[in-house]
């Protein structure tokens, strides 16, 4: 019988904050597959380029290696609830490792501003919802408040059993290489993952299995950019819902991650999201949301800027899957709506419609 990879609890078990005899909420996350692409190692002008695909973890985002260790956490001392802000992802996740533990989970989201697909997911998983009036900065107030108070246990990123959860993707990508990459690149939001990536790498450097971190290079939309501000933003605007984000959580860990790490921060546009989007699923065959797409758009902006060696050798993480905000994807590249020719059930016809050339 083959093996079934067990969730990155029972695979990390040694290298994780928790106990051996805790309980585990899992649904198997993690293992997810480190994607050659060629395509894009041409097309950026470097040696290797891999796609960490975070969109094949069970609710189809990185957010499950952080709440498979929160909930299981929150069970062991006994929470009935969790909570959480979101915009979109953490409260998939959330309902869905809830659902499994047999607890309630409360969501708070931005009125408006969560894809149809997430919603869904958490109305799926019977998590009690509400759209807040505000942004997700001003969810996450009120989810800190009400767990501080009240008797709701917070899985927010602001959680670190969230990071230790998530420094997984890490331990992934050395196991699978064999070697860290001299780049990690990714979106950038609350900077929970960004954190959590340096955390996994510093331990694998602290236990002498690699020599240097990789510079980790995160990027966030132009119109929701603190990090490359240098202060929180008021009023984040974005395409890129997921990380519609003005006051990031994790701010001082992921100043540090940027510095040891001899990394970067930067932005890029909405349509350079798009078109990296478009690239991915086009070109890569790797169809993820547009906020997905982030970091490799941030990516071919420093490849145009000549800031990337030939030489090097670059992971991209692409956070969450295409099917949780399909909008963009039935559009074309002017923004007209895709729709499929109707063709009749003549094979002639429809070889004809095709330009099939027949067999001699
Ligand atoms: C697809 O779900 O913040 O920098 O509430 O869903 O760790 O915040 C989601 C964030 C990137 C940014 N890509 O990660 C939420 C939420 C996707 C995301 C990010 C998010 P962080």
Avoid at 57 to 79: E, L, W
């Amino acid at each position: 019988m083959a093996k079934q990879w067990r969730g990155v609890i029972a695979e990390y078990i040694d290298r994780l904050d928790i106990d051996r005899s805790a309980p585990v909420i899992t649904l198997g996350e993690g293992g997810t597959p480190l994607v050659h692409a060629p395509v894009l190692a041409k097309l950026f002008g470097v040696n290797e380029v891999w796609l960490k695909v975070e969109g094949m973890n069970p609710t189809g985002s990185f957010k499950d290696r952080g709440m498979t260790m929160a909930v299981s956490k929150a069970i062991a001392h006994g929470a009935r609830a969790v909570i959480c802000a979101s915009t979109g992802n953490t409260s998939a996740s959330a309902a869905a490792y809830a659902a499994k533990a047999g607890i309630k989970s409360v969501v708070l989201i931005p009125e408006g501003k969560i894809t149809l697909g997430k919603l869904a997911q958490a109305i799926a998983h019977k998590a009690h919802i509400l759209q807040v009036q505000g942004n997700f900065d001003d969810c996450l107030v009120l989810a800190r408040d009400l767990s501080e108070n009240y008797a709701v246990h917070l899985v927010n990123s602001v959680n670190p059993d969230r990071l230790e959860g998530q420094k997984t993707a890490s331990f992934e990508v050395f196991d699978n290489l064999g070697f860290a990459p001299d780049y990690h690149v990714m979106p950038v939001g609350n900077a929970g993952n960004y954190s959590a990536y340096f955390k996994g790498y510093l331990e694998l450097q602290r236990d002498g299995f690699i020599k240097d971190l990789p510079k980790q290079l995160g990027f966030q939309a132009e119109g929701a950019a603190p990090f490359i501000a240098g202060h929180p933003i008021a009023n984040p605007e974005t395409i890129a819902t997921a990380i519609r984000i003005g006051n990031p959580a994790s701010w001082d860990l992921a100043m540090k991650a940027k510095e040891v790490s001899g990394g970067e921060f930067d932005t890029v546009t909405d349509a350079e999201i798009l078109w990296m989007h478009r690239y991915l699923s086009n070109e890569v065959g790797v169809f993820v949301e547009p906020s997905s797409a982030t970091g490799a758009a941030g990516l071919l902006k420093f490849a145009k800027l000549g800031k990337l060696p030939a030489s090097a050798k670059i992971v991209i993480t692409v956070t969450g899957h295409g099917l949780k905000d399909v909008g963009w994807a039935l559009k074309d590249e002017h923004g007209e709506e895709v729709k499929p020719t109707s063709c009749s059930k003549n094979a002639a016809e429809v070889a004809e419609l095709l330009g099939l050339e027949r067999n001699t």
